[in-house]
């Protein structure tokens, strides 16, 4: 992939940081248009009930306000949440009957400032007679369950089984363990809140957006304003993150839009925090029980799983993932026989989407807590149950049993990695000293070892390109669109590899329906290997094509053009040079081209396609504190080894893995979105929603293997989403194993004092 001198495997500083340090880069809300307007929408206070009346009040004579819109005054269709799910479920942009939870849409005011359509919005009353509310996906399945959208007859909006025909796969195990587990919802929070600058142009629109996938929404969101493809221009600005809550269309996009072109006049609408915490996107919800059989010498037998997941109100893209648990349900191990049941059900609450891992981080939850259990069952060390398990190497590519298409894989070169950096032996010595000596704070040890897929679902294939620019800079293009990860400086490392153009005079395009023609975002820990991959092949098509010119203008073979300073040369001649700028000006000049070259930019574009998914893995060791007096947990340490295939720039891989577990610890031992009785969310804010500042968490301790993807020219594979799916079940494993002694088998995340607390005096 390199040539000899590369800079790709080593640390490169980002070419991004410079503006983001200074603050110079502007997002949605920095952006100020003439005569702009500003949105707010009144929402529902009530998770499920009838409408009989809508009063907008005074609203629309108050100051400032320029239009008050409800019912059909926009007449924007109502939205698909995802393309497999029916029309029934589709949301309205108002609630004209009836709402379906705490934060749904009834009216929004436009007003010259956000103050005064903020006052206005507070003016604006719906009677709701209230409906029983569902807040948990068992409770949606009851018998008499209230039905979120009746005529349907059911709350059941997605289901995916595997394996009912082959009876109980835990047959024949010499001992079976069961488990109840549960991977709480959480509020993606991003440090930027969702926001859509709507500016009406001579012929159309242009929407600035807060966003990971401009061309998906760009698809949807034209003809739901009334408008052609090449009318709607969809852009993103410098974007404060995403975690998957950003990857998902809006309805509050839509109504500004369409109020920008009713109106006339540029709109803005962006969320509050609570908004965010309340309105948008939420992830995770399951409820999994699993059976896992095992014999006497630790070899899986079979596993038998069931889920429960909740959609939310309006079932979006969340609804569809316990397949991705499904087809990653076996994790990094043999499992002869498996058998999977999932069911997502409507709930009164905010619409479950796609949050950091989407669907993996729960399937790994589900076999690395089993696991840890049979362990414990039979006696066995839980890092060697693993590696009785672990699929071998000389056994990929292979496709498992539930149906993923695994790529590459050495796991126990990982978890060995993981083992010796942790000081595996000398933690547990530690832990049976503090156990002997009866300790108030006891040490857990937690281990988990993950696969992931990644660019999954047919994500596999992206647009790129590479141009070389008349002053002799570059230009790459890109459909995917960042927000944080580095790409600017990724894929400008890919094209000075090829090109010999030094990074600082390379600009990346994305983020830009008007100038990148199709893309599929970034989501899914895809970026680099579909979008780097394209700009590398692109770089190298220009390569080809100006050896052409070159070895033309050179008098020479394409053969013997090799790049140098500033330019191509021919080998071992640097004198006999020409310049990227001439290089530029004679690709354009049909004098100057040999036969067979047509005149043009020095461009290349292609949409690659990896064929399919990469699957990264790793191993991660969790090493806890747990005050059994008090139930506090304490991070000691954590130790990472993920393999993502070959590395581009170490420093961005380990920026992702630092991130990655962050958060992965905030799911184990802080964050879950909570609601009364009556659907009303009682973390709307970040006072009441626990988020882990720096002083919680530990230094983590992360390294690489490097195992290459066959399926595109990097070796590469995705590292986005790796660190909270290794991390979480070994931070849960660690404070299980802290207190196990105790007679404590299992405490659900978050692992809060107080749950820790109650779990130890009921062992007791």
């Known amino acids: 992939m390199a040539r000899a001198g590369s800079i790709l495997g080593n640390e490169v500083l980002r070419l991004e940081d410079p503006t983001l340090l200074t603050g110079d880069g502007k997002y949605v809300d920095d952006l100020v248009e003439a005569d702009m307007l500003y949105v707010a929408l009144a929402r529902s206070p009530i998770a499920h009930g009838a409408i009989t009346s809508i009063d907008l009040g005074g609203a629309g004579s108050m100051p400032g306000v320029v239009a008050v819109y409800s019912g059909d005054d926009l007449g924007i269709p109502a939205m698909q949440g995802f393309p497999m799910l029916p029309p029934d479920y589709n949301r309205p942009i108002f609630a004209t009957e009836r709402v379906r939870f705490v934060g749904d849409v009834i009216a929004a005011v436009v007003a010259e400032t956000q103050a005064q359509a903020n006052d206005a919005a507070r003016e604006i009353y719906a009677d709701i007679e209230p409906l029983p509310v569902i807040l948990t996906a068992a409770a949606g399945l009851a018998p008499d369950a209230a039905l979120l959208f009746p005529e349907t007859g059911s709350n059941v909006c997605f289901a995916t089984e595997f394996g009912k025909e082959g009876g109980d796969p835990c047959e024949g195990a010499d001992t079976v363990v069961e488990l109840t587990m549960v991977s709480q919802r959480l509020a993606g929070v991003p440090m930027e809140n969702n926001g859509v600058v709507a500016i009406p142009t001579d012929d159309g629109l242009t929407m600035w957006v807060s966003h990971q996938a401009p061309h998906t929404i760009h698809g949807g969101y034209a003809p739901m304003l009334g408008l052609d493809a090449a009318q709607l221009r969809i852009a993103c600005p410098w974007v404060g993150g995403g975690f998957g809550p950003k990857a998902a269309a809006y309805i509050e996009h839509l109504i500004a839009g369409k109020a920008a072109l009713t109106l006339g006049r540029p709109v803005k609408w962006v969320e509050s925090r609570s908004e965010d915490m309340v309105s948008l996107v939420h992830g995770r919800d399951y409820v999994m029980h699993a059976r896992l059989g095992v014999n006497n010498a630790g070899g899986i037998v079979g596993l038998d799983v069931d889920v429960l997941a909740s959609a939310g109100a309006y079932p979006a893209i ?409 991390s979480t079940p070994a931070i849960q494993n660690a404070v299980v194993d802290a207190v196990s002694h105790l007679g404590v088998t299992h405490i659900d995340m978050p692992c809060t004092p107080e749950r820790v607390w109650t779990a130890i005096n009921n062992a007791r």
């Open 318 to 726: 969340g609804a569809i993932l316990p397949l991705l648990t499904q087809m990653m349900s076996v994790g990094v191990y043999e499992v002869p026989k498996v058998r999977f049941d999932a069911k997502t059900v409507l709930t009164n609450n905010t619409t479950v989407g796609a949050y950091r891992g989407a669907g993996r981080p729960e399937a790994t939850q589900l076999i690395e807590r089993i696991l840890d259990v049979a362990a414990d069952k039979i006696g066995m060390d839980p890092a060697e149950i693993r590696r009785v398990n672990f699929m071998q190497p000389d056994s990929f590519p292979r496709t498992t049993i539930t149906g993923a298409n695994y790529d590459s894989g050495e796991y126990e070169n990982a978890l060995d990695a993981a083992l010796e950096a942790a000081g595996y032996a000398d933690l547990r010595a530690e832990q049976a000293a503090r156990r002997a000596s009866g300790d108030v704070k006891q040490i857990g040890i937690g281990v988990s070892a993950y696969v992931e897929v990644t660019a999954p679902v047919g994500l596999h294939v992206e647009w790129g390109a590479c141009e070389v620019n008349p002053d002799g800079s570059a230009t790459v293009f890109a459909g995917t669109s960042v927000h944080g990860q580095g790409h600017r400086t990724a894929f400008a490392m890919l094209a000075s590899d090829v090109l010999g153009i030094p990074m600082d005079q390379i600009t990346l395009v994305n983020s830009d329906t008007s100038r990148v023609p199709r893309g599929s975002g970034t989501l899914g820990s895809r970026s680099l290997q579909t979008a780097g991959s394209a700009i590398h092949v692109a770089s190298e098509g220009v390569l080809d094509r100006a050896k052409q010119i070159a070895a033309h203008l050179l008098e020479a073979s394409p053969d013997d053009i090799v790049v140098g300073n500033g330019g191509l040369q021919v080998a071992g001649v640097p004198a006999n040079a020409v310049t990227w700028v001439e290089l530029a000006a004679a690709s354009q000049d049909p004098a100057k081209l040999p036969d067979g070259v047509e005149p043009g930019a020095l461009r290349h574009e292609l949409d690659f396609d990896g064929t399919d998914s990469t699957f990264p893995f790793g191993a991660h060791v969790s090493v806890v504190e747990v005050d059994i007096e008090t139930g506090a947990v304490t991070m000691l340490r954590h130790v990472a080894v993920d393999d993502c295939g070959r590395i581009l720039n170490p420093m961005l891989v380990r920026g992702q893995q630092h991130g990655g577990i962050a958060q992965g610890a905030a799911q184990a031992l802080f964050e879950q979105v909570m609601y009364d009785a009556q659907g009303n969310p009682t973390t709307s804010n970040l006072a009441d929603y626990a988020i882990p500042s720096a002083a919680e968490l530990c230094s983590f301790e992360t390294s690489n293997t490097q195992t290459d993807s066959p399926r595109n020219p990097l070796g590469a594979k995705g590292i986005g989403e790796s660190g909270t799916i290794g």
